[in-house]
């Protein structure tokens, strides 16, 4: 069994990995974001019916998971994890490096947390087939904004933001329409930190596996304090679930953003049950001409600047490997061509 976990980060999927990842028999390690990393390198890559292509980019694959910011211990072999590919394509070594992974934990089944993978369902439904899972976990989005303005990764104006959660709620939505109903289910996670208890064993009948009461304790687990250790933005898996980590965008948002939010995101925000605060009570969605999206674009860049100077030291030390790594191999191709 194949789980893929799709949405938008700042999600809680960290949250819940690390609670799936306390059931026997099932891997779920901090991802390495291989298919959203890897798939805008591929045309550099030339043709990856050749061999030597397609084993060069085994192996950047295996290095970017080699130098994950919380190590898997895990060794690879990259003839191994050629010969486990069933094609010559990137989602092929995706699926053996995970396989390979679970294998060496000695669980049969593995799950990704990736959630940027909702925007490649149609080659991971061409490769996985009926062995996929499909696992939505969406939260309020204008949480999902406050959150990720305050962090170091992502998009940084209200409207940026907004603009990608509602494009990737379609995404995750539409797929629950286009797989059989046995492959997707949605959990929400208000409804994850509101009551866990029912909500992972709602999760684990889906699963086909048996609820344990460790799911609880992910916080005590070895692999929450290899994630803790790894960097300050991972902190938090240290603690219990925090019941009370919703709406705080009342507070934490200008009235300002969140109108942006809802004017981009309004559509999505009421498919999943989120009534709006603003638009469409007290104010109409607000439309953007060039000369509005031009000053955001330049307020988003001037923002995610910032944000990147501000990140400690420990911070920058977990990232700087497979950012090297990935401006080592833009380099590279960007000279052959």
Known sequence: ????????????????????????????????????????????????????????????????????????????????????????????????????????????????KSLANVHFLAEIERYFGEDARYLYLYRDGRDVCLSFMKAVVGEKTAFHIGRQWHQEQQLALKCGKSVPAAQYMALSYESLTGDPEPSLRKLCAW?????????????????????????????????????GNSRKWLQGMAQDQIIDFESVAGDSLTALGYPLEFVGKTCPARSYDAAALAALDAENKRLKAAAREELSAEDAAARKPQEELLAAIRNRTQLAA
């Open 207 to 243: 699963l086909g596996i048996e609820f344990k009461p460790e799911m609880l304790d992910f916080h005590n687990s070895d692999e929450a304090g290899r994630t803790a250790a790894s960097g300050k933005m991972w902190e938090n898996v240290r603690k219990p679930v925090m019941a």
């Open 1 to 112: 069994m194949k789980i893929l976990m799709i949405g938008t980060q700042r999600s809680g999927s960290n949250l819940l990995r690390l609670m799936i990842n306390q059931a026997p028999d099932i891997a779920a390690p901090h991802p390495p974001h291989i298919l959203e990393r890897f798939a805008p390198l591929l045309p550099a890559y030339g043709d990856l019916a050749q061999e030597r292509n397609f084993l060069r980019l085994v192996d950047d694959v295996v290095r970017m998971v080699e130098v994950n910011p919380v190590p898997w211990g895990v060794s690879f072999d990259r003839a191994d994890i050629r010969n486990r590919c069933r094609d010559n394509s990137l989602v092929a070594i995706f699926g053996a490096v995970m396989d390979r992974m679970a294998e060496a934990q000695g669980k049969p089944d593995w799950m990704c």
